[in-house]
Each structure stands twice: as structure tokens, then as C-alpha cells.
């Protein structure tokens, strides 16, 4: 598969992934306030599951509007001849047609379905179960959205505890714990910080900290603290020389390979909401760099957001539909 159809089905994946998310959110809201009104909470592996169960929906029957102009047919949409030579071509099965539409069964088909150049050059519409497809237009709401939500809160505290209370979402869910926003600092040093590039026992690139009062470390040490029912857990992470955003570890500890922990999948939101925190504080601070921080976080964040909608979609059906704790399913 050459680079343009991958980034094509990229960009159709990506599509689909927040579509299903749109689905989603109603039926979130609904379970959250019918758990609330039993004095309940919905845990993060619910949630999932209601996004893996709208997924598996949305992939049985989907439904494309203007599909003659999604499918590169670039002459007129009106062209009968070009309607009928679509519907011959797959048997009509699962096909059916109206004045302006062209719905697609995926299960009667039994097929998958390709759509070129679905973005925003198309001058025809597409949608999925329903739901208009416009990745630009989605990414510029979610973005709204969210810069709203940090508009809201007014203070570096207030910023913290909603990256706190991020973190904590995957923690929880990864650890079968229930920690709170008061069980975690978040915190960024400079000073006093030697980073050292060293290598895993299988070879994998990593980075160690050790104190050292004579060393400045400028890109900033970025630390997560856990007070766990066993003690003191810290993740740590930093910028490599690629500027990406890896883990890091003490300067003894032994590692047999890289791998993230929560706070590096989180890594971007730390980085940034710290830093967006910490210049809320600082009146010498020009207001240009506070709001360039604060849009790295709407960008972060949203970032984020895509990639565990992407992951939870990839991992559809491989957990049990019923809760590990009570066996609840979650409609």
C-alpha cells in the first residue's frame, strides 16, 4: 500500500474513531447519571466498554451520502449511468439507492468499503450511522471545546487538579485504584538535574536523572508523584534530543527495556498544563507566552484525547463485556 492510500485510510480510521465518540457521549452522560442517582460512580473500564459497543455498531451498518462523488466518480452526480454502473459492479447487495443518497449495508455487502477523497475539497457530504463526517470541522469543535474548558478554570491550581484528575483516569483504570486529585503532585525542575542518555539491556534508548548541584537541565524534569497505599511512587518524564516526551529513570534502576508508564502517554498534557500553570503565577510573563502555552495544552489535550478513543476502538473485543468487580454490563 503506497503512502497516499495509507494516509487515506488514516484519515478515514481517524474519521471513523471520532464518530463513534460523538455516538458515544449521550450514552456516557446517560449511565453517569443513572449510577449517580444510585450513589455510583462510572469507572473509566465502563466507559470503555460503552465506546467498544458503539464502535461494534457503528461498523455494521454504515450509511455515506454523496458516495458517487466519495468514490472519486467526478462527473455529475446525476448521472444515471454512473449509478447503475456502482450498483452492477457489487450485485446491489446491501445497496440502496435514493433521489441523493447511496446507502451502503457493510454486512450485507460482505465487503469492506473504500472512500476517496472524503475531506474537505469534496464538494458532497458523508456520513457514518447517520452522523456527518467533517474531520476539520470535528477538530475545530473538539478543539473549541476544549480551550473553553481551560478558559474556565481560573488559577494554576485549578489547572493541576484537571491535569491531576486526567492522569489519575488512566492510573486508576490501569491499577484497579481509586485515588484522588489530593493523592498526586505534579511538579517541574530545572536545577540541580544531570540527565544521562543511556541504554536498556535490549538496546532501547532511554534516559536516567541523577542529582547533581552543578548541572541545569533547561528542556525541565517533569514529575508525578503518587501516594499509593505501598508509598511513594514517582514517574518522571522529559524531552529527548528528538524533543519527544519519554519516561525517565533513576540512575541505578535497572530497566530490561523501555517502556511508557501513564505519565509518559500523558506526557504532552503534563508538559504543557504545568508550564501553563506555572506562568498563570508569573506577572512578568508576556500575556503572548502564557496564551502559546495554553494552546499547546488545547492542542495536547486533544491530541490525547484521539489516540485513546483510537487505542480503546483497536482493543474492541478483547476484554469481557461485563465489569471484573460486579458484573455489570453497561448499556
Do not use: W
Request: proline content about 1%.
Amino acid at each position: 500500500m503506497g503512502k497516499e492510500a495509507n494516509e487515506k485510510k488514516g484519515k478515514l480510521k481517524e474519521i471513523f474513531d471520532r464518530n463513534v465518540m460523538e455516538k458515544a457521549k449521550p450514552i456516557i452522560a446517560l449511565k453517569r447519571e443513572q449510577l449517580a442517582k444510585q450513589g455510583r460512580e462510572l469507572t473509566a473500564k465502563q466507559e470503555e466498554r460503552i465506546i467498544k459497543r458503539t464502535a461494534r455498531k457503528m461498523k455494521r451498518t454504515m450509511t455515506f451520502r454523496g458516495i458517487l462523488a466519495a468514490l472519486g466518480l467526478t462527473t455529475a452526480f446525476g448521472a444515471g449511468m454512473h449509478t447503475q454502473k456502482l450498483l452492477n459492479e457489487t450485485n446491489d447487495k446491501g445497496i440502496t439507492q435514493a433521489e441523493d443518497t447511496i446507502n451502503i449495508d457493510a454486512v450485507e455487502t460482505e465487503k469492506d468499503i473504500n472512500i476517496e477523497n472524503a475531506d474537505k475539497n469534496n464538494s458532497r457530504k458523508v456520513f457514518l450511522d447517520g452522523v456527518h463526517v467533517d474531520l476539520e470541522e470535528q477538530e475545530d469543535e473538539m478543539k473549541k471545546n476544549i480551550e473553553e474548558k481551560i478558559d474556565s478554570l481560573p488559577s494554576k491550581s485549578a489547572v493541576l487538579k484537571y491535569i491531576k484528575s486526567t492522569f489519575l483516569g488512566d492510573y486508576n483504570a490501569n491499577n484497579g485504584t481509586q485515588y484522588n486529585d489530593k493523592d498526586i503532585s505534579i511538579y517541574k525542575d530545572i536545577y540541580s538535574i544531570n540527565m544521562i542518555e543511556d541504554k536498556a539491556k535490549n538496546g532501547d534508548d532511554i534516559l536516567r536523572s541523577k542529582y547533581d548541584s552543578t548541572e541545569t537541565y533547561e528542556k525541565g524534569l517533569y514529575t508525578v508523584e503518587i501516594q499509593t497505599e505501598k508509598g511513594l511512587e514517582k514517574q518522571k518524564i522529559a524531552r529527548n534530543d528528538d524533543n519527544k516526551c519519554v519516561r525517565v529513570y533513576d540512575d541505578e534502576e535497572s530497566v530490561d527495556k523501555y517502556t511508557d508508564n501513564e505519565a509518559a502517554i500523558l506526557g504532552e498534557v503534563i508538559m504543557a498544563g504545568t508550564d501553563y500553570a506555572i506562568s498563570m503565577e508569573q506577572d512578568k510573563t508576556d500575556i503572548s507566552v502564557k496564551e502559546e502555552y495554553k494552546n499547546r495544552l488545547v492542542d495536547a489535550i486533544a491530541d490525547y484525547k484521539n489516540k485513546k478513543v483510537e487505542r480503546i476502538i483497536n482493543e474492541e473485543g478483547k476484554t469481557d463485556r461485563t465489569d471484573n468487580n460486579d458484573g455489570e454490563r453497561v448499556d
